[in-house]
């Protein structure tokens, strides 16, 4: 089964600092990788992904993520952190089910990001 | 123009009882999902559906009955209810074809049994 691995469970950073919240990935074969966020009480939306192409991804909210083939990364970055950036972030790995061929995903245990003003 | 809505929003019941959650989305998507997100924000797969067809199903208990009437909704029935399914619930959507992969969320359910 395909895996993420989020190594921190908070990042702390001032606003107007880069910002960088790690994903280390585990697949077979080639990796279909997604970054989410969820703020408190609301449901995950969808940031970026990277299926296949070039390394460095950009997703909403000025977030971009870059894929490392070699480390098996793929951290979720921002030049300039807002304090309304403050939220839980997930990783998340497609993953094929055995029998049935069907995909779903498989998601890390969240890095919660918290800006400082 | 909600793209994934569930309903309700919040449910509070007690031990025994037997309760649903109703999920509908209006992306024209042919995939649907349940998952559980515990007190530790660790979120799991539960279900898949497939144009109405149950295609994933993890180890969940049998209390746990999904339902699809039709591809745009997705409803999640729970019987005898226990302390431990206090959780929040989301469904998601996708479409299957294509390079998407990518699921939308509705916003949960967060479910208390007391």
């Known amino acids: 089964a395909q895996s993420v691995a989020q190594p921190e469970d908070q990042v702390n950073v001032a606003e107007g600092n880069p910002l960088t919240v790690k994903c280390t990935y585990s697949?077979?074969?080639?990796?279909?990788l997604f970054w989410y966020v969820q703020y408190p009480n609301r449901g995950l939306q969808f940031l970026l992904k990277?299926?296949?192409?070039?390394?460095l991804v950009k997703g909403s909210y000025g977030f971009e993520a870059e894929f490392n083939k070699s480390q098996t990364s793929f951290h979720l970055k921002k030049p300039s952190a807002l304090v309304s950036d403050s939220a839980l972030y997930f990783c998340?790995?497609?993953?094929?089910?055995?029998?049935?061929?069907?995909?779903?995903?498989?998601f890390g245990k969240g890095t919660m990001l918290l800006v400082s003003p | 123009d909600t793209a994934v809505s569930q309903t309700p929003k919040y449910l509070v019941t007690q031990m025994g009882n037997d309760k649903s959650i109703k999920c509908e989305q209006n992306?024209?998507?042919?995939?649907m999902y349940w998952y559980k997100q515990d007190s530790k924000k660790f979120l799991k797969i539960m279900f898949s559906?497939?144009?109405?067809?149950?295609?994933i199903n993890e180890t969940v208990p049998n209390r746990f009955s999904p339902k699809s009437p039709d591809k745009a909704h997705l409803n999640l029935h729970i019987n005898s209810l226990e302390l431990g399914d206090s959780a929040v619930y989301f469904c998601?959507?996708?479409?299957?074809?294509?390079?998407?992969?990518?699921?939308?969320f509705g916003p949960g359910t967060r479910l208390t049994v007391t």
């Open positions: 992306l024209g998507h042919d995939t």
């Open positions: 559906y497939n144009n109405k067809e149950l295609i």
């Open positions: 990277y299926i296949t192409g070039d390394n």
């Open positions: 697949v077979s074969g080639n990796p279909y």
């Open positions: 998601a959507s996708s479409q299957r074809r294509g390079l998407s992969y990518e699921q939308y």
């Open positions: 998340a790995v497609r993953d094929v089910e055995m029998n049935s061929g069907y995909s779903t995903l498989t």
